[in-house]
T-cell receptor
Framework: DQQVKQNSPSLSVQEGRISILNCDYT??????FLWYKKYPAEGPTFLISISSIKDKNEDGRFTVFLNKSAKHLSLHIVPSQPGDSAVYFC?????????????FGSGTRLLVRP | DTGVSQNPRHKITKRGQNVTFRCDPISEHNRLYWYRQTLGQGPEFLTY????????KSRLLSDRFSAERPKGSFSTLEIQRTEQGDSAMYLC???????????FGQGTRLTVV
């Protein structure tokens, strides 16, 4: 039973346009959400996070939006650059779980075309 | 300190052999996590340490798997009597306690033939 779902396995966008990556979750105990980027043969790299007390967090070209009622979050990248081509993972943490372990989605492969 | 370091980067082993992986976390981080990632999936939690204490193990961690973190510094993950289903990327991450962001190493890719 997947608690974090990324329903789009891949996304292709033109350089300079906006990339929107989506993530849905089922566990209402999740209260902290993160996005990681992963290049081939490397470990995931932390990108941006958001607490459930917020609905938006922005860091440069990256913005994460959280809709708690819909149990949905999205990552916006604007403008998209070819170097953004990677697999993006959404992850969630439950504050009730003292381990703070990350529950990951299955990832979305982003291709930014020059 | 350049981040989380994992060794080896790649390991090919014959079925039935034992393998051991090492993880050196970011020095000031007191939490250390092991995850496993298979093709087309996100990383899955295996176990974690707070300092030297192993506080939780996933059901994914069969009896053939053992992890240690002596003195709360580096950690090792050993797989005994490897099976082809153990083939995966094994990822180590570290964080400060009560911090959501975990920082990952480059992983060890295990291939069991």
């Amino acid at each position: 039973d997947q608690q974090v779902k990324q329903n789009s396995p891949s996304l292709s966008v033109q350089e300079g346009r906006i990339s929107i990556l989506n993530c849905d979750y089922t566990n209402s105990m999740f209260d902290y959400f993160l996005w990681y980027k992963k290049y081939p043969a490397e470990g995931p790299t932390f990108l941006i996070s958001i607490s459930s007390i917020k609905d938006k967090n922005e860091d440069g070209r990256f913005t994460v939006f959280l809709n708690k009622s819909a149990k949905h979050l999205s990552l916006h990248i604007v403008p998209s650059q070819p170097g953004d081509s990677a697999v993006y993972f959404c992850a969630a943490i439950s504050g009730m779980d003292s381990s703070y372990k990350l529950i990951f989605g299955s990832g979305t492969r982003l291709l930014v075309r020059p | 300190d350049t981040g989380v370091s994992q060794n080896p980067r790649h390991k090919i082993t014959k079925r039935g052999q034992n393998v051991t992986f090492r993880c050196d976390p970011i020095s000031e981080h007191n939490r250390l996590y092991w995850y496993r990632q298979t093709l087309g999936q996100g990383p899955e939690f295996l176990t974690y340490f707070q300092n030297e204490a192993q506080l939780e193990k996933s059901r994914l961690l069969s009896d053939r798997f053992s992890a240690e973190r002596p003195k709360g510094s580096f950690s090792t993950l050993e797989i005994q009597r490897t099976e082809q289903g153990d083939s995966a990327m094994y990822l180590c991450a570290s964080s400060l306690m009560m911090q959501g962001e975990a920082f990952f190493g480059q992983g060890t890719r295990l291939t069991v033939v």
